[in-house]
């Protein structure tokens, strides 16, 4: 699968992410007392919430297999454990490869074992991100209710996510109403263009139409926003844990800061493992609201564990048997 995704192009995404992510550790580690950042961790480590917060990640995981599940139910029945190897392997490409690649590799993997077209697939995945979005935005309004002075930063975001979101969701909309008129505009643009391109594009949009019209299920829509608002939840309970974890106190509020801030930031090109895109969502998210910069990188580094080692390792594993016929 990853043969597939790496491409000259990708090289270079990599390259950019390198660049990224090694200017972000470089200015978050420069500044910061890195021996005291290790006795944090050596000697502050609640072993404990550690372990309760491993375990809401992998719930975490379960979530979006049966998230995916619903998206799926139009083209595809299948269980959500079943799905679950899948967006182990995605999670794995995603802490390999720039851009969030693995998203794209699980949807492909999942077409070529089982009977749904791959532009069916990726439209459920670029649903997913859409609902992501809303999850995100929803938590961040929370956040800035709940805080006496927001940053501007937060506040920038903010309306930085709700324009996305607002756009993303008039679009699907229109689409929702009116399946077959956007399918027609689809084709009316097509045939603008090279007649060879539009024979080979028209029929994986239409493909993908048909996988977003799960959506026109007021009892799935109602799913799929409980199971979305379900799965970000885990994962702030995760990265809640794991600042507690390292002895530090900090409102729920500023948590859902760092969660936004380090979910646009692994959006973006960065590293592999998300070296240091993480340690600068942590300590932007943070530092201003009083936690010292030393136990922000603890922070970061515990939860940085806990979210890339053991799933990339299983994802890993899950591939190997997907290629022994599993």
Known sequence: MFNGLVNKKSWYLLLFGLVVGGAAAWLVFGNTDVAGVFDILQHDTDMTLTLVAATTYGLFFLGKALRWRYLLEPVLEISS??????????????????????????????????EIGTAAALSGIALEKLLDFFALLLLLIWALIAMDAPSPLAEQLGLSLAGILTFAALCLIALLLEPKATAGIIDRALSCGPQNVASWLAPKLHDAIRGLMALRQTSLILKLVVTSLATWMLMLITLYLTINAV???????????????????????????????????????????????EGAVAASLLYQFLTTLPPLAVGLICLAFLKRGF
């Open 247 to 293: 002895q530090l106190e900090v409102p729920l509020a500023v948590a859902i800061l760092v969660l936004v801030l380090a979910a646009v930031g692994l959006a973006l090109p960065t590293s592999p493992g998300f070296i240091g895109t993480l340690q600068a969502a942590f300590v932007l998210g943070m530092v201003p609201f009083g936690t010292e910069q």
């Open 81 to 114: 454990l079943r799905l679950l190897p899948y967006v182990l392997i995605g999670y794995a490409g995603n802490v390999l490869l720039p851009f969030q690649a693995g998203e794209a590799g699980r949807g492909y993997l999942l077409s070529k074992h089982h």
